[in-house]
């Protein structure tokens, strides 16, 4: 009631009401109270001690179970310690059949300070800071737990302006290499080229360093697989464009073998040595970082060879996973064949490549 009311006046008010002497806005207005709250006090007059017993609530169907949360945790520390959590979700569901939501797989990875390797600074400094409060920076289980002193730590990259992208497949391809990748304890190079278009992992191969053959090799895997790129667009290295000392004009320039290749099927090659220019290619080579590694000693492979038949089996997966379509048309030319292909990227690769497809 919005205001104290003599219990007599109420009592009075209520016995006109039932014996319908009295109309309920008239005695809202007597008592000063709402209409609502009138039939309130009616409905307690008639039933004095029955009260609404509020029900249990039943607990979501999505909850996990307590051992299945046991084994997701197990699972993490052990068989994908160095998985991010998006990662481990996919391999959760594709590998061990456990159907779990990915926030809830966060919220309960969390909860027993299992940090992804690939967090920010911020969250891995807050979840020290919990573990010394909690006196278990030394515990044995923690010191499984290689995240907590992890450097791995991902700048945010400077403003740049928006470049505009092509929606035609095969219009733009952009190439890198990336080097900390480590193959039967070595450091390996893995080569990489992506279409602009739609995200379509086109060529992948490992190396030993940065090289002409790396190149040489997944060049081929594109044109023998989609066709003819119209553009490339790839780093400022002499690989690709030498230019001799003091000297700017293009007819006194040595021709590397590479853009040679280029110009022998029609390809423009275009280089920068602006990373953001090729933006895309850069988180391609983040996403591969993040995962191949992995992906590699969950398989147990420990040679390059074995490393370059999984990447052919292993894109298609990941293509699966992060392309999308491409509402343009398609600018890739005719495929060549594999002795036109041999011929003009390099000779040293002819006798390899006929052998392999032989």
């Known amino acids: 009631m919005n205001k104290k009311v003599d219990d007599s006046l109420v009592n009075l ?123 278990q920076i030394n515990d044995p289980v923690n010191e499984q737990n290689p995240y907590l002193n992890n450097n791995i730590i991902f700048e945010p990259s400077s403003i740049h302006n928006r470049i505009h992208h092509t929606k035609d497949f095969g219009a733009l391809i952009q190439l890198d290499a990336r080097k900390d990748f480590y193959i039967d304890e070595e450091k390996r190079t893995l080569h990489l080229a992506i279409d602009v278009a739609s995200s379509i992992f086109v060529g992948a191969f490992f190396d030993k360093e940065e090289t002409l053959t790396g190149y040489q090799h997944f060049l081929h895997q594109i044109i023998t697989k989609y066709g003819i790129p119209k553009y490339i667009l790839t780093d400022n290295r002499t690989v690709f464009e030498y230019l001799k000392k ?40 983040g996403t591969f970082g993040r995962r191949i590694p992995q992906e590699l000693s969950i398989a147990n492979i420990k040679n390059i060879k074995l490393a370059n038949v999984f990447l052919t089996n292993y894109l298609p997966q990941i293509n699966n996973l992060f392309a999308h379509e491409y509402p343009g048309k398609t600018y890739l030319k005719l495929r060549p064949t594999l002795k036109q292909s041999t011929t003009v990227l390099a000779l040293f690769l002819k006798g390899n490549l006929i052998r392999r497809h032989a």
């Open 13 to 135: 008010v209520m016995q006109k009401l039932e014996n319908k002497e009295m109309k309920v806005p008239t005695a809202s207005v007597i008592l000063g109270i709402s209409i609502r709250q009138i039939y309130k006090i009616l409905r307690l007059r008639k039933e004095p001690f029955k009260r609404k017993v509020k029900t249990i609530r039943k607990p979501p169907s999505n909850k996990i179970k307590k051992n299945t949360e046991e084994k997701v945790v197990e699972l993490y520390r052990s068989k994908y310690r160095k998985f991010s959590y998006i990662h481990f979700h996919e391999k959760l569901e594709s590998e061990e059949n456990i159907i779990i939501n990915l926030k809830t797989l966060e919220r309960t990875l969390m909860r027993h300070y299992l940090v992804s390797p690939f967090a920010n600074k911020k969250t891995k400094k807050n979840v020290k800071k919990i573990l010394q409060s909690l006196n």
């Open 246 to 285: 003091d000297t700017g004009q293009e007819s006194k320039n040595t021709l590397i073998q590479f853009k040679y290749s280029c110009i022998q099927l029609g390809i423009k090659l275009n280089t920068t040595s602006v990373a953001t220019f090729k933006a895309i290619i850069e988180r391609g080579n």
